[in-house]
């Protein structure tokens, strides 16, 4: 670098140092891949649990959980759709307050739902962060949680408060 002219030793210099700054920003990228955990904070549906079925007496349901991985309360609302032939029939659910964590069951009926071969479309779910107190129920996974022939689960949930 003592034989160059002056342009090009800052021009060399630069280059370097641009070349280490992007050897250490792709090695920060890796590391913060790898060490910081990935937030996953949303409301879902459990697609695998949700369907719909004819219950005993006819009338199509619709059943699954919402699930809440926020750090927060919320205040779900659901929308399930089921299309009998040509027509297509909405319900819209504003659930109970569901705390931080936690999940809790849904099922709708469809009385207009009359055909053999309904399709349930894909569950639309909306929610509002809220501070009202969420209903102490957790869902029992044991031997009361039964699925049937027709693809239904039934179970049991228990009040983990203070009130009934």
């Keep these: 670098m003592r034989n160059q002219p002056q342009d090009l030793k800052i021009s060399s210099t630069l280059f370097s140092f641009l ?15 790898f060490f910081i955990p990935l937030a996953s904070a949303e409301v879902s549906i459990q697609s695998h649990e949700y369907l719909g079925y004819f219950d005993s ?19 779900p609302t659901i929308t399930v759709s089921v299309m009998d032939g040509n027509e297509i029939f909405s319900r819209t659910i504003q659930h109970v307050p569901l705390a931080s964590q936690k999940e809790i069951p849904f099922k709708i009926k469809f009385f207009e739902v009359k055909g053999n071969i309904p399709i349930l479309m894909p569950a639309e779910i909306s929610f509002e962060k809220t501070n009202k107190n969420f209903i102490p129920i957790e869902v029992l996974y044991d031997k009361t949680l039964i699925k049937h022939h027709d693809g239904h689960i039934t179970g049991r949930i228990q009040n983990t408060g203070e009130e009934t």
């Design 19 to 33: 070349k280490l700054g992007s050897v250490f920003l792709t090695i920060g990228f890796l590391l913060s891949i």
């Design 57 to 75: 007496k006819g009338i199509y349901t619709v059943v699954d959980n919402v699930k809440n991985e926020n750090s927060f309360a919320i205040k």
